[in-house]
């Protein structure tokens, strides 16, 4: 079964028991995954320096090795803002403290199930990022190109049609 996706409601309910645990790696992790798509593994590129410049540049750069590619995110100012506080929590030059192999990622798959429930993971984050910008009518391949799949067929797995989805669409006939 596919992850639920992590929307605002969720992510907060997250945001908040990190705070509480003082779980800033998470925290980091998860604001990136929300705001920019990113998987897990993703996150853990990123040098204080780079999400330095990428707020006072408004473009997160990155490389996504699982394509080959390196991609420009645009931040908004809330991505911008809440990154800015992360900064404060910064020990040392890394954004997020280099976890060894799926080390972040097992640990945030267990506290994501722990605060939401067994629904959700990490992947979540991608399914709300892509449910919502669906959600806004954008065009799917600019979706794709957003989210860096190669493929548009796999963005359009995303579109999860309900039928609150259809009814809507005879309406408008």
Request: proline share 2%; hydrophobic share 35%; with cysteine.
């Amino acid at each position: 079964m596919a992850s639920k996706p992590i929307y605002e409601d969720e992510f907060s309910k997250l945001k908040s028991e990190a705070l509480r645990l003082k779980k800033y790696d998470y925290l980091k992790a998860m604001t990136l995954m929300y705001y920019c798509g990113f998987r897990v593994s993703e996150t853990k590129q990123f040098s204080k320096n780079d999400i330095t410049s990428s707020i006072t540049s408004g473009v997160l750069r990155s490389y996504i090795s699982k394509q080959d590619i390196y991609r420009g995110i645009p931040l908004g100012e809330n991505a911008k803002n809440e990154l800015a506080q992360l900064l404060d929590e910064c020990k040392s030059d890394y954004f997020i403290f280099p976890y060894k192999g799926d080390g972040l990622r097992v640990q945030l798959n267990r506290f994501i199930k722990k605060v939401l429930n067994t629904a959700y993971s990490s992947h979540g984050f991608r399914r709300g990022v892509i449910g919502n910008l669906i959600k806004k009518n954008y065009d799917p391949r600019s979706v794709q190109e957003f989210i860096a799949h190669s493929d548009v067929s796999t963005t359009m797995k995303y579109f999860d049609v309900t039928w609150e989805d259809v009814v809507k669409m005879a309406e408008a006939r």
